[in-house]
């Protein structure tokens, strides 16, 4: 069965139709597993060993200043570079800042900026129906099936349960054919491993030396940046389809929804809702009081020169995607109503 096939199947409450899974050799899955357990339970360990060592000691300024500056350095990576720029297109950037964002994103321990992607194309293409690869809704909208859906969206897509893999060449053949793109797509596992030597070589240098010094930060700027910064952008897969409300329209069955508690922590991704709504722009913030610190980056970038043809919203075609209350929808041809998620995962028009 294809994935349009098993769209067509698919009634929006219950599981997918699984699609053929594609003949993978079992070599090939085990190491994939072992790869994603290294990059999702290593910064965990980094964690716990953290909060232990911190128990009854506090922890340094200059320990979290690290940590928050290498989390807005990998954080912006992934959403002005791997997301607004690489994969949606959203602005161009200067070849040295595409490849400066690329690197940062791959900081991440997110997987190498073509997966990255590839992968997330794919959900545009099937949000929330069959060939989705981190749906919340994979195994329907019942409480089981809910939860099963949220922990599958959150990480256990990542371990390969997906039937079929998903793509480079058919989702970022661009990518594919640029050179620097592929040069930093390669140096993924090196930007890994800088990724925690260099929080650590600082640490040792501020604290003069000292072995603590560096590893602390290598645990705090390192290993519990990487584990908070992972949840965080997991969590745009699972909670921003689950929770929240969706004052935009979207294409059939996609339940993407702005969730605010996550909007400083996600640099400005968790207005997933505008964001599906419209893709390509630029800014997924757009009403007032949203914030959005990684639309705020990329004016500072347009304003210096390093990016161009930034597609920022427009009012007129915002308004046109807008949902309005269901009593005054109802007054307008052709516009939906405001939805709110009900507790079975269907949405639900409201008069909110
Ligand atoms: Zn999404
Ligand atoms: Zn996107």
Redesign the pocket.
């Known amino acids: 069965m294809t994935a349009a096939t098993a769209t067509a199947k698919y009634d929006g409450t219950g599981a997918f139709p699984e699609a053929e899974p594609a003949a993978r050799a079992p070599r090939q899955r085990g190491m994939q597993v072992a790869v994603t357990m290294i990059l999702v339970a290593g910064p965990f360990v980094g964690l716990v060993i953290a909060l232990w060592m911190l128990w009854g000691r506090g922890v340094g300024l200059a320990d979290i200043g690290l940590a928050v500056f290498f989390y807005l350095l990998t954080g912006f990576g992934v959403t002005v570079g791997f997301?607004?720029c690489l994969?949606?297109r959203s602005f161009t950037a200067r070849p040295a800042l595409r490849v400066a964002l690329a690197i940062a994103g791959s900081m991440s321990f997110e997987g190498d900026v073509i997966t990255w992607t590839a992968t997330?194309?794919r959900?545009?293409a099937f949000t929330d129906r069959p060939g989705d690869p981190h749906s919340p809704y994979r195994f329907g909208t019942g409480p089981v099936g809910q939860l099963r859906g949220l922990a599958h969206a959150h990480v256990g897509w990542l371990f390969g349960s997906d039937p079929i893999p998903t793509s480079p060449q058919r989702y970022a053949p661009d990518l594919l054919a640029d050179r620097s793109m592929q040069r930093v797509s390669s140096a993924f596992p090196a930007l890994c491993v800088a990724s925690l030597a260099l929080p650590a070589a600082i640490g040792w240098a501020l604290g003069a030396g000292s072995a603590r010094a560096a590893l602390l930060a290598l645990l705090w700027a390192g290993l519990v940046r990487i584990f908070l910064l992972q949840h965080v952008t997991w969590s745009v897969n699972s909670l921003c389809h689950l929770l929240g409300n969706r004052p935009f329209t979207t294409r059939r069955h996609d339940r993407a929804t702005n969730l605010w508690p996550l909007a400083v922590l996600s640099l400005g991704e968790s207005w997933?809702n505008t964001?599906?709504s419209d893709?390509a722009c630029a800014r997924h913030g757009v009403d007032r009081g949203q914030i959005d610190l990684s639309a705020g980056l990329i004016r500072m970038f347009e304003r210096a020169g390093w990016v161009s043809g930034v597609r920022w919203p427009s009012a007129a075609r915002l308004e046109r995607r807008r949902r309005l209350p269901v009593d005054v929808a109802a007054q307008v041809p052709g516009r939906s109503p405001v939805l709110t998620p009900a507790p079975d995962g269907a949405a639900r028009a409201t008069s909110t």
Do not use: Q
């Open positions: 997301h607004r994969t949606h997330h194309r959900h545009h997933h964001h599906h893709p």
